[in-house]
């Protein structure tokens, strides 16, 4: 639960079986991880994508052993505080491992509260307090509210609606079981006039000149090798940008560089 939490975090969860597979192979409990040097859980994330979640996994691993018992607390706040865990990682995992009840708030269930409460198409780039407040009202928080739902079947269900109905670019309001009480169709589904939303490139950002270096010190590192950094940078057009993001990976401790080259 926790390592699939982790990796789907900005991950297809199509393209997270397969190492997820494999991970759990290996380190099916956090005591199996925390053994290992966090060069092995940063081979395996393989090319997932952002690999600081590999490291930050290895962390939070180390911590559940050293506090918890080498067990993945039981606690909210004690989710909260791991290494990695944000405030919806650590509600995923309370709600649909434990039960508890906390409001699961991904981008597409603020993406139907948006609609279904404030008749507006999207919601503000990062969530805000009143949205967490409102999403555990949605859920329940509150001791004894009467009529709460199941607090991992409401977190999937809302997810699910927001994933396949609610959608992003062509929502199914005809399909939608809470279309009579949606607030933005009752406008007549007003188009979004906020600042423009944030789009992720990719190609020729330092993101992926980092996994371009990373792929290729970790393909070496699965036989044993370190990679002659000189080689390492020319493998990039842009040599300015390639020793910064290889600095980058150095400082955020993804690589080593050493005399004998750059490793895991
Ligand atoms: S009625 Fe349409 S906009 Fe409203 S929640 Fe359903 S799919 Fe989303």
Redo the contacts with the bound molecule.
């Keep these: 639960m926790v390592v699939s939490e982790i990796m789907a975090q900005q991950t297809p969860v199509a393209r997270v079986v397969g190492p997820w597979t494999t991970w759990m192979d290996h380190w099916p409990s956090p005591g199996h991880l925390a053994v290992e040097p966090p060069g092995a859980a940063v081979a395996a994330w393989g090319r997932l994508g952002y690999p600081r979640r590999a490291l930050r996994l290895h962390e939070a691993a180390s911590r559940m052993v050293e506090r918890h018992g080498g067990e993945v607390p039981a606690d909210l706040a004690a989710l909260e505080s791991l290494p990695g865990f944000g405030r919806y990682t650590a509600a995923a995992v309370f709600s649909f491992a434990f039960g508890g009840r906390a409001p699961v708030l991904d981008t597409n269930v603020r993406r139907?509260l948006a609609?279904?409460e404030d008749a507006v198409e999207f919601p503000p780039t990062s969530a805000s307090a009143g949205e967490w407040r409102r999403a555990g009202e949605w859920v329940g928080v509150l001791e004894g509210t009467p009529g709460a739902p199941e607090p991992a079947l409401w977190a999937v269900a809302s997810m699910e609606l927001g994933a396949l109905?609610?959608t992003a670019r062509t929502?199914?309001?005809a399909l939608?079981p809470?279309?009579s009480d949606?607030a933005?169709?009752g406008a007549g589904r007003p188009r979004y006039a906020g600042p423009p939303r944030r789009t992720q490139a990719w190609h020729g950002t330092d993101r992926q000149c980092r996994g371009v270096l990373l792929d290729v010190v970790r393909r070496a590192d699965a036989d044993g090798l370190a990679v002659d950094a000189s080689r390492l940078l020319a493998g990039w057009a842009d040599a300015d940008q390639a020793r910064r993001c290889l600095d980058g990976l150095a400082a955020d401790g993804l690589v080593r560089v050493g005399p004998d080259g750059v490793r895991l």
């Design positions: 139907v609609r279904v109905v609610c929502p199914a309001c939608c809470l279309q949606c933005w169709v």
